[in-house]
């Protein structure tokens, strides 16, 4: 019986990765052509709608575990930890953007040629707002949940950093960019920021290319019925991400690994899968910015519905898992913004090269085999 519950289960979980897979073209081909059509730079259209399309397993795993779903089976699993199953996804997704989806894109640019591993990483201005809001994100998680819980207050302050973030993406990029373009100005032999955006935008994708209507009305009918096929793939989504959830509290009732240790160790891979498809296109189109601008933002998109049960039922929500150590729960959530701040210093002081993303996933492989047979 118990065998048959695993092979079941991880037949439903590669199911639904295929079929994130094939969501995930047209999800993002939308979040491109709306941030078209309202005049959005690339980068901000990687950081805002790519990231919001990619981030909706993670968002509606967080909204459904929110729901009475969690309570309808599984009795031998505790009520707690289904509970914060989507705030332990959010978590584990983020790292897995950060160095698993992340450095292994890099790695493929490496191997393609694309970069070299002694070139320093230059990066945009969205960029590097997105790992700022990412870093004080984070932070807030971890301070949040040193009493092994999150109540509504801290839930409303996730969503309001991830709200302020989207928000920001379409003010403090051009005003980052101002400022490095008028520095590049007053001193020749910097680089101009707007090169590597001007040649990002040569290697656009032909769909990318269609002419944006030449009048309201057209631009209207374009915008609402891209808006009507977004929302009908977000639908498709929660179905997916339900039969997901069901698969991973399934596996747990087998009593081998707890719902933490599935989650960071197989459920978080399959809502990361939209993130390691648009990866993939990025690396291959050679699109940096994109890329780190893409995964920055989808952290922190993701983090801001990590409160989300508080912030609809009211009360507090406990973080925790019923692993062989779970006191070290806090120390893998810690990872996230140590990291994310090592990054931002380092990209800000040019001291990170392309070469840094071998060591990094070593250590990620590390985090997820220990924090599956730990947590």
């Given at each position: 019986?118990?065998?048959w519950i695993v092979l079941s289960s991880l037949f439903v979980l590669a199911a639904t990765c295929y079929l994130l897979f094939v969501v995930s073209r047209p999800l993002e081909a939308v979040g491109v052509r709306l941030g078209k059509l309202l005049h959005v730079p690339e980068d901000v259209i990687a950081a805002t709608f790519q990231a919001l399309a990619t981030s909706g397993p993670e968002i509606v795993m967080a909204v459904v575990a929110a729901t009475a779903f969690v309570a309808t089976g599984w009795a031998e699993l505790e009520f707690g930890e289904?509970?914060?199953?989507?705030c332990l996804n959010m978590c584990?997704?983020?790292?897995?953007?950060?160095l698993g989806i992340g450095c292994v894109g890099i790695i493929f640019m490496l191997f393609k040629g694309t970069v070299k591993a002694d070139e320093t990483i230059e990066v945009s201005p969205s960029v590097k707002a997105g790992l700022m809001f990412y870093i004080l994100s984070s932070t807030c998680l971890c301070l949040f949940i040193i009493d092994g819980q999150i109540d509504r207050i801290e839930g409303w302050v996730l969503m309001a950093i991830g709200i302020a973030f989207v928000i920001s993406q379409f003010f403090i990029p051009p005003w980052l960019r101002r400022r490095a373009g008028a520095r590049a100005a007053d001193d020749p032999s910097r680089p101009d920021p707007d090169d590597s955006q001007d040649q990002q935008h040569?290697?656009?994708?032909?769909?990318?290319?269609?002419?944006?209507?030449a009048t309201f009305g057209a631009w209207l009918k374009d915008f609402f019925g891209h808006g009507l096929i977004y929302a009908f793939l977000i639908?498709?989504?929660?179905i997916f991400v339900e039969e997901c959830l069901a698969a991973t509290f399934s596996l747990a009732t087998v009593g081998l690994v707890s719902v933490g240790g599935i989650v960071l160790a197989l459920t978080s891979y399959v809502s990361s899968f939209p993130e390691f498809m648009m990866t993939y296109r990025f690396a291959v189109a050679n699109k940096k910015d994109a890329l780190l601008a893409m995964l920055f933002g989808s952290n922190v998109v993701d983090l801001a519905f990590a409160g989300f049960r508080p912030i609809l039922q009211g009360g507090s929500m406990k973080v925790y898992t019923t692993g062989m150590f779970p006191h070290l729960l806090p120390i893998y959530i810690w990872a996230l913004p140590v990291l994310?701040?090592?990054?931002?210093?380092?990209?800000w002081t040019g001291k990170v090269k392309y070469g840094h993303a071998r060591p990094l996933v070593a250590f990620y492989v590390i985090y997820i085999i220990s924090g599956l047979i730990l947590l």
């Amino acid at each position: 019986m118990a065998l048959w519950i695993v092979l079941s289960s991880l037949f439903v979980l590669a199911a639904t990765c295929y079929l994130l897979f094939v969501v995930s073209r047209p999800l993002e081909a939308v979040g491109v052509r709306l941030g078209k059509l309202l005049h959005v730079p690339e980068d901000v259209i990687a950081a805002t709608f790519q990231a919001l399309a990619t981030s909706g397993p993670e968002i509606v795993m967080a909204v459904v575990a929110a729901t009475a779903f969690v309570a309808t089976g599984w009795a031998e699993l505790e009520f707690g930890e289904k509970a914060c199953s989507g705030c332990l996804n959010m978590c584990f997704s983020a790292m897995h953007n950060l160095l698993g989806i992340g450095c292994v894109g890099i790695i493929f640019m490496l191997f393609k040629g694309t970069v070299k591993a002694d070139e320093t990483i230059e990066v945009s201005p969205s960029v590097k707002a997105g790992l700022m809001f990412y870093i004080l994100s984070s932070t807030c998680l971890c301070l949040f949940i040193i009493d092994g819980q999150i109540d509504r207050i801290e839930g409303w302050v996730l969503m309001a950093i991830g709200i302020a973030f989207v928000i920001s993406q379409f003010f403090i990029p051009p005003w980052l960019r101002r400022r490095a373009g008028a520095r590049a100005a007053d001193d020749p032999s910097r680089p101009d920021p707007d090169d590597s955006q001007d040649q990002q935008h040569d290697r656009e994708d032909p769909e990318d290319a269609r002419p944006l209507p030449a009048t309201f009305g057209a631009w209207l009918k374009d915008f609402f019925g891209h808006g009507l096929i977004y929302a009908f793939l977000i639908f498709a989504l929660v179905i997916f991400v339900e039969e997901c959830l069901a698969a991973t509290f399934s596996l747990a009732t087998v009593g081998l690994v707890s719902v933490g240790g599935i989650v960071l160790a197989l459920t978080s891979y399959v809502s990361s899968f939209p993130e390691f498809m648009m990866t993939y296109r990025f690396a291959v189109a050679n699109k940096k910015d994109a890329l780190l601008a893409m995964l920055f933002g989808s952290n922190v998109v993701d983090l801001a519905f990590a409160g989300f049960r508080p912030i609809l039922q009211g009360g507090s929500m406990k973080v925790y898992t019923t692993g062989m150590f779970p006191h070290l729960l806090p120390i893998y959530i810690w990872a996230l913004p140590v990291l994310a701040a090592a990054s931002l210093v380092a990209l800000w002081t040019g001291k990170v090269k392309y070469g840094h993303a071998r060591p990094l996933v070593a250590f990620y492989v590390i985090y997820i085999i220990s924090g599956l047979i730990l947590l």
